[in-house]
């Protein structure tokens, strides 16, 4: 395939050193002209004796310079923009394509090409929720809005969808600014969107984990009551911190300070061991209360309870800064535990959902669609097709190995927690197949693009 031949970066004069023989009688060339387009150069040359000759450092592929459909391919598979490959190929010297061939090629050949690939995958992803439902698995999804800018500028929201079950991308939502009252206003309708889309395909999703936004509160209560809305572990222990950061900045609350981490930690360890049971989860919850005292076994309603730790040493029940139940910082935790809202808030919180697959992807869809620059919809919404093929062929990778076999690790010291900690080393990503397989299907083999619009896109 010519596609995959290998290119080097060649200067003029010393393609030129080539025309100085005449390939057929040895004669002297008497006459060249040089001719591009785009990347693509052409010689014609003669000899003294008139023989006469072309020469292209690239064939043609659907009427065009080879290099020139690779050079856009290639810049708009990597969520690399014009702009920034013009300013590199400029300051060589090098030869690429006109801005306005390059947004001719991407609406006519690349935008289709990626649709297409987009929408054939996401048929096989929509099939295997079918395949759960008819199985009688239930549907979990999870879904987030993210927007192109930060504040209430924003002009694009881009809601997607995660199936929890294979963490892939099922669906996505692209709102105008145009289509809703505010920035702000542009979540609630990609989620609304998102979800009909879903669920017009005949598939019945049990559960769903968006965010705790009121709005989207509202919508999961008034029009999808047959969904149970799950809340994101992650962010109510987040706000959690937060408060209990914020508190025992107090003077009265110092105390609190040392057990803020292990609060946040029993909360998290509640939602991951209660087995989906939202009243364990509640007692387990309440329990710090006890601990924190340096209580760790007590009777609730005649019952006997106990923490679920192994039991301490004496040293250890001695060093612990246990609080006094009567403290101020003890009633301030007091307070925030048995707190209403977020009791009713645990209820939901059962199945231990947390988004972060979500935030891998964003950072994804942010290699693809910048947030500094402006794209075209037609654009934006190919290049937020490219994030979720992306992520969704690279979405169970295998922690990379060693030689002999064992998974490695990279030690990193993160700012927001200064411990070091040990991250896993993921195998490296497979896109480069599938972007290849692209370019074959540009190439030629047997595909045409459905769409043909010759609308030149802005960026
Ligand atoms: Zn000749
Ligand atoms: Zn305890």
Redesign the pocket.
Known sequence: MHWKTKKWIVNEPHVMELFKR??????VITKTTKASVGSLLRVHWE?????KGKWSSCSDVRGMPANNLLVSACTLFTGATYTDVADWATLLNLQIPHKTTYFDIQSSYLVPVIDEEYKQQQKAAINDLHLQTELCNPVHLSGDGRSDSPGFSAKYNTYSLMDDTTDKIVHFELVQVTEASSSVAMEPVGFKRAVNTIQEQGIKIDVLTPDRSPSIRKIMRVEYPNIHHEFDVWHVVKGLSKKLCSNSRYKDNRELQPWTRSICNHLWYCCATCGGDPDELIENWKSILYHITGVHSWIEEGNPKKCRHNDLSLEEQHRKKWLGKDSHAFRTLQNLVLDRGLQKDLRQMALFKHTGQLEVFHSVLLKYCSKNLHFHYASMVARTQLAILDHNENVGRQQATTTTGLPRYNIVFPKHTKEWVAKAIFEKKKLKKSKRLWLRKLYGGGWTPALFTRTVLLI
Request: some cysteine; overall charge neutral.
């Open positions: 005449c390939q057929e009688c040895g004669s000899c003294e004796k008139k023989h």
